[in-house]
């Protein structure tokens, strides 16, 4: 699967491909995650009642 694909949130595989940009992107450059990335992502997360 295209990791530049757009994201549906309403599939598991969906939410595992945000879990790995997230992370993979975290890891490589964490200067291009603003704090506002950092809050979105969190909050996505929590309102789907899961834990990366």
């Known amino acids: 699967m295209s990791r530049d694909r757009p994201i549906n949130l309403m599939g598991t595989s969906s939410?595992?491909?945000?879990?790995?940009?997230y992370e993979e992107l975290?890891?490589?450059k964490p200067q291009l995650l603003t704090?506002?990335?950092?809050?979105?992502?969190e909050?996505?997360?929590?309102?789907?009642?899961v834990k990366p």
């Open 26 to 28: 975290e890891k490589a």
């Open 43 to 49: 909050r996505i997360v929590d309102l789907l009642g």
């Open 15 to 21: 939410l595992s491909r945000l879990t790995i940009w």
């Open 35 to 41: 704090e506002f990335d950092r809050r979105i992502y």
